[in-house]
């Protein structure tokens, strides 16, 4: 027995001597950083399952943006307290929070699977396509939302407090470079954002198993660099920094002092404005690319590695400005050059969405059925009664008339086959004697230069809208009383959740309502020319307005200066 415990206390003093003890922000970045992502990645997963239902009509076609509110909304109310908790135990908090994100996304484990639903693109198939109109909600479709719903919920709970620990832990200790990992963390959760739900997340369309595997492989191993690179608050750390008081740090005492904060709630509100005009354009995006340029961006060459390499840009540019306001370069953060820095890339921002959707559109020919912004299926296939897919529009073309149609069974296609590693649809009713069509629109290669200038005008509104993040961030970070730095950080979440993805959400629902040009079933597979103006111009507008709250975010900070100048004059004519 004595043996026994002498290797035992040999081994728990080996692995204890795994724990760092110097503070060093990057191990805590890092594993925070990666579960931002993973969470991120999660959450664009969790939608996909609601879309798998909404795909074949178990569930009605608003569910998306109903679910999404009713997560937010969550987020907005709760945020604030989850923040707020452990901040005496800050590295427990992450490790925590870590651990129970890897536990309940296995609550994916017992989904019940989605119903079948096959799908064919031709005229005349012997299995034709179901009507994808919702009629009541089943049983298992209601255990998958109710499942789905409360894991979302709980993904949004742990980013929120693992991000506002984060960042409290850092600038708690290493104040004069938080400017660097607070930017960080904003491109680990707006990137994977952007381009989850295209690419990272298409395994759940396979399988759930593989999906939640990944996640716990992944978090486990971050859950491990908390746990032994993350130095715990209450040892003696080797860092010489005056920490924040643990007095009158009371959750109503401090979420007080923040909502009383005027510099800091004026960029929690810029910043909620700003977020809904990149959240309305970038979910309306793929919409917007098939109104102006008859291109259907998911599954195109032109995704995948090359949008990767745009994200790129974000990511030097979030960096460099992290080390710009950061020491050796300023010995401490400045408020005002955040403010101004917020002012120039908020600006830009409203320049480049105009310009986004104002750009001569390509001449894109002519589209069988489309007149006057509206669709009728075209006179040469309505003898196929083609029953739509979820995703219908998938533009051919007939070369003999350089007419585009909008998906093979509008053109009256019977069947495919390969020609030189290209697909050639045959048997088309609408082609003529040939009777072959080719996939993409006519117009694709007019359209080409005019798709990819609008990605570039995209990754350039991603990175200005990430740039200002970033400094809105910090602003907040820097305003507030330094024991309140992880309840704003909820405080940003919160407003963020309810700005961005509860009211602003139902403004883009709205607008995509009324402008749509081809609905089938309960889907609008197109919309009119306008909707890619109105939302471009909402857009705009909502980052005028978040520029607007930035400019009396300045006069306020000028005037408070200025009025804590004028005791301090008065003081030294009194002495002279």
């Keep these: 027995m004595s043996c026994f415990k002498t290797v035992f206390s040999k081994a728990k003093a080996r692995v204890q001597s795994w724990h760092k003890t110097d ?17 991120t990645v999660a959450e664009s997963a969790a939608y996909r399952i609601v879309m798998q239902d909404v795909r074949i009509g178990t569930l009605p076609p608003y569910t998306p943006y109903l679910l999404i509110s009713i997560v937010a909304m969550f987020e907005a109310v709760l945020g604030p307290l989850v923040a707020w908790l452990g901040y005496k135990t800050r590295k427990r908090m992450m490790l925590g929070w870590s651990l129970g994100f890897m536990l309940i996304s296995f609550a994916w484990f017992v989904i019940p699977p989605p119903d079948s639903h096959e799908e064919t693109e031709f005229c005349d198939s012997v299995k034709p396509n179901a009507v994808i109109i919702f009629t009541a909600l089943s049983l298992r479709t209601a255990v998958r939302v109710v499942i789905t719903v409360g894991v979302a919920i709980c993904l949004c709970l742990a980013r929120v407090a693992s991000w506002s620990h984060c960042i409290a832990y850092i600038d708690d200790h290493e104040p004069d470079r938080t400017s660097i990992h607070f930017g960080a963390l904003v491109f680990s959760r707006v990137v994977p954002l952007m381009f989850g739900y295209k690419m990272l997340t298409g395994i759940v369309e396979n399988t759930i198993m593989l999906q939640v595997l990944i996640i716990a492989l992944s978090t486990a191993w971050h859950s491990y660099k908390i746990y032994f690179n993350v130095p715990n608050p209450t040892r003696q750390l080797t860092v010489a920094k005056a920490l924040p008081p643990m007095e009158d ?7 007080f002092r923040v909502l009383c904060n005027i510099l800091a709630m004026s960029q929690m509100l810029a910043m909620g404005i700003l977020v809904t005009a990149l959240w309305g354009f970038a979910y309306n995006e793929e919409d917007i690319i098939k109104t102006n340029y008859n291109i259907q961006p998911i599954g195109q060459i032109v995704e995948g590695n090359t949008e990767l390499l745009q ?33 120039k890339m908020t600006f830009l921002a409203i320049l480049l969405y105009v310009a986004i959707v104002v750009l001569p559109p390509c001449k894109k020919g002519h589209v069988a059925g489309l007149e006057d912004g509206l669709y009728a299926h075209p006179q040469c296939s309505l003898q196929c009664g083609c029953v739509p897919k979820w995703k219908e529009y998938s533009p051919v073309c007939v070369v003999d008339t350089m007419t585009t149609y909008l998906s093979p069974c509008e053109a009256g296609c019977t069947s495919s086959f390969t020609m030189e590693n290209l697909k050639i649809y045959a048997n088309c009713s609408c082609a003529g004697p040939s009777g072959r069509v080719a996939p993409g629109a006519c117009s694709y290669p007019n359209c080409t230069s005019g798709f990819n200038l609008h990605r570039a005008l995209f990754t350039l509104i991603l990175t200005f809208s990430m740039l200002a993040f970033q400094t809105q961030g910090m602003v907040i970070l820097k305003s507030v009383d330094p024991r309140d730095k992880s309840i704003a950080m909820g405080m940003m979440w919160s407003v963020v959740a309810a700005t961005a993805y509860v009211c602003g959400n139902n403004i883009f629902l709205s607008i995509a309502l009324k402008t749509c040009s081809w609905y089938t079933g309960e889907k609008c597979q197109l919309y009119q020319q306008r909707f890619s103006y109105i939302i ?33 004059r008065r003081e030294e004519v009194e002495t002279d």
């Design 536 to 568: 471009g111009f909402t857009c705009a507008s909502l980052a005028f307005v978040s520029l607007g709250v930035n400019l009396v975010a300045r006069a306020y900070l000028r005037t408070k200066r200025r009025n804590a100048d004028r005791p301090e």
């Design 249 to 255: 740090r009371g959750f109503f005492r401090s979420l």
């Design 23 to 39: 503070f060093v922000a990057k191990n805590v970045r890092e594993p925070i950083f990666g579960n931002i992502i993973t969470i």
């Design 311 to 343: 994200y790129a840009l974000a990511l030097i540019s979030v960096v460099y400005v992290g080390y710009k306001h950061s020491a050796p370069i300023r010995s401490e953060y400045e408020i005002g050059r955040g403010l101004r820095h917020v002012f």
